[in-house]
């Protein structure tokens, strides 16, 4: 167990809908970020989120958004569902110290079908 | 493009004998070079990782090397055991010893490796 949780397990939904994801992190780790996997895809890195503020981004589409909260979990929020957004969608957390390696601790992921 | 590449997606090994896996990047801002195991309806688990700095760490059973002049880093288990049998990704972070975030892990498609009793 990496300590790092996502809710819920799968996801089921229809074309054109919004879902939200949300995963919290490690306790004392600030960092939350984001990765989709597809199929026969490695995980491709979406968004990171630091103490409540955005970090980096990736190949995140303009559908999808995110966001940290005060007690630091985090939501991605997907919109106007097509069916390729259909993947495993991980999040991670890590202490993200300055200047040094953290190691990113992931979840168990979230598998959205979009029928 | 893909900046990391595992270009073997499965690997079949005895158990007791070595696992070698591979992986090759062309990033050279790349800093830090990191493995994940993971198992089916699981999230990856870390598993080992290497700074440029370096050309080899060990851990227990598993050691990474890194040939910078090559791009090519490789992870070998020994000795394989059944329970290594899972999907291997090889990651890789641009620079963050210069302050800049570690967030865009690059993850390799991944190879499956299956250890046979």
New interface residues.
């Given amino acids: 167990d990496?300590g790092?949780t996502?809710t819920p397990k799968h996801l089921i939904t229809a074309t054109g809908q919004r879902v939200t994801l949300r995963c919290s992190p490690r306790s004392g780790d600030l960092?939350v970020?984001w990765?989709q996997q597809s199929l026969?895809?490695?995980?491709?890195?979406l968004i990171?989120y630091?103490n409540g503020e955005e970090?980096?981004k990736?190949n995140i589409l303009e559908r999808f958004s995110a966001q940290q909260f005060p007690d630091l979990h985090s939501e991605l929020n997907l919109s106007s569902l097509e069916l390729g957004d259909s993947a495993l969608y991980?999040c991670?957390s890590?202490v993200?110290t300055?200047?040094?390696?953290?190691?990113?601790?992931?979840?168990?992921?979230t598998r959205l079908t979009v029928l | 493009d893909q900046q990391v590449k595992q270009n073997s997606p499965s690997l079949s090994v005895q158990e007791g004998r070595i696992s070698i896996l591979n992986c090759d990047y062309t990033n050279s801002m790349f800093d830090y070079f990191l493995w994940y195991k993971k198992y089916p309806a699981e999230g990856p688990t870390f598993l080992i990782s290497i700074s440029s700095i370096k050309d080899k760490n060990e851990d227990g059973r598993f050691t990474v090397f890194l040939n910078k002049s090559a791009k090519h880093l490789s992870l070998h288990i020994v000795p394989s055991q059944p329970g290594d049998s899972a999907v291997y990704f090889c990651a890789a972070s641009p620079r963050v010893r210069y302050g800049g975030s570690q967030g865009n892990l690059i993850f390799g498609k991944g190879t499956k490796l299956s250890v046979k009793p």
Avoid at chain 1, 98 to 109: A, I, K, M, N, V
């Fill in positions: 990496s790092v996502q960092s970020y990765y026969d895809q490695g995980l491709q890195f990171q630091y970090r980096a990736g991980f991670a890590s993200e300055s200047g040094r390696w953290d190691t990113q601790y992931f979840g168990p992921g």
